[in-house]
């Protein structure tokens, strides 16, 4: 017996409906996946990654954890990257975060959250060094906007010095890192201006990064 057979009906509904649109679509992703991109966003249902950009399955591959974070110790997404870079030679890393941000949000509260702190720490630290500067903001709003901001770009320095992509770049890989934010109100992806391609760009963002 199904469990959840609404979710069923709904994968043979689209399954029926792509295959219609476009005959052998199965047969053709059965083959191999080669996406040009891989995303590295939040975990937060409402930010689908696939349908914000408008591409198909294969042609983006996808990361996606709490407050889309890039930490070095975090295997899991280290794969990923690893996987993305050597293996499928994608050419652009987007890292995405959203406005209103929970997990964003959490770390900028002053009260505990049980263990999403410690995977949160990296963000409260971002937090209590640019706080002087969030406080001259007009409300909560904009102030933890600003926050989902500034934490795209630190997780943009993060994938930048992680050894894949040092790496890559040692052997003139091409590669490109972007910053987006995602806005849930109305559906816009924004692109922050935080593109890096090699060291000197990073170096230069790094620089940025701390003097703001």
Same mark, same amino acid.
């Given at each position: 017996?199904?469990?959840?057979?609404?979710?069923?009906?709904?994968?043979?509904?689209?399954?029926?409906?792509?295959?219609?649109?476009?005959?052998?679509?199965?047969?053709q992703?059965e083959?191999?996946?080669?996406?040009?991109?891989?995303?590295?966003?939040?975990?937060?249902?409402?930010? &689908?990654?696939n349908?914000?950009?408008?591409?198909m399955?294969? !042609? $983006?591959? #996808?990361? /996606?954890?709490?407050? =889309?974070?890039? *930490?070095?110790?975090?295997?899991?997404?280290?794969?990923?990257?690893?996987?993305?870079v050597?293996v499928?030679?994608?050419?652009?890393?987007?890292v995405?975060?959203?406005?209103?941000?929970g997990?964003?949000?959490?770390?900028?509260?002053?009260?505990?959250?049980?263990?999403?702190?410690?995977?949160?720490?990296?963000?409260?630290?971002?937090?209590?060094?640019?706080?002087?500067?969030l406080?001259?903001? &007009?409300?909560?709003?904009?102030?933890?906007?600003?926050?989902? !901001? $500034?934490? #795209?770009? /630190?997780?943009v320095? =993060?994938?930048? *010095?992680?050894?894949?992509?040092?790496?890559?770049?040692?052997?003139?890989?091409?590669?490109s890192?972007?910053?987006?934010?995602?806005?849930?109100?109305?559906?816009?992806?924004?692109?922050?201006?935080?593109?890096?391609?090699?060291?000197?760009?990073?170096?230069?963002?790094?620089?940025?990064?701390?003097?703001?």
């Amino acid at each position: 017996m199904k469990t959840l057979p609404e979710l069923f009906a709904n994968n043979d509904e689209w399954r029926h409906r792509t295959e219609q649109n476009q005959p052998g679509f199965f047969k053709q992703l059965e083959g191999q996946q080669s996406p040009r991109f891989l995303w590295i966003g939040c975990a937060d249902s409402r930010v &689908p990654a696939n349908q914000i950009v408008g591409l198909m399955p294969g !042609e $983006l591959f #996808v990361h /996606r954890n709490v407050a =889309n974070l890039v *930490n070095h110790t975090d295997l899991n997404l280290l794969s990923v990257l690893q996987f993305a870079v050597d293996v499928l030679k994608v050419e652009h890393i987007m890292v995405v975060g959203h406005y209103g941000c929970g997990g964003v949000r959490a770390a900028t509260e002053d009260q505990p959250h049980g263990l999403i702190d410690n995977w949160l720490r990296q963000v409260r630290e971002l937090y209590l060094r640019n706080r002087k500067a969030l406080a001259e903001l &007009p409300d909560d709003g904009a102030r933890l906007d600003r926050m989902c !901001e $500034l934490n #795209v770009a /630190r997780q943009v320095i =993060n994938v930048a *010095n992680t050894t894949v992509v040092q790496e890559a770049w040692r052997r003139e890989q091409p590669l490109s890192i972007h910053g987006w934010i995602y806005s849930i109100a109305n559906g816009k992806l924004s692109d922050l201006d935080l593109g890096v391609n090699n060291n000197p760009e990073l170096r230069t963002l790094e620089a940025d990064s701390y003097n703001g």
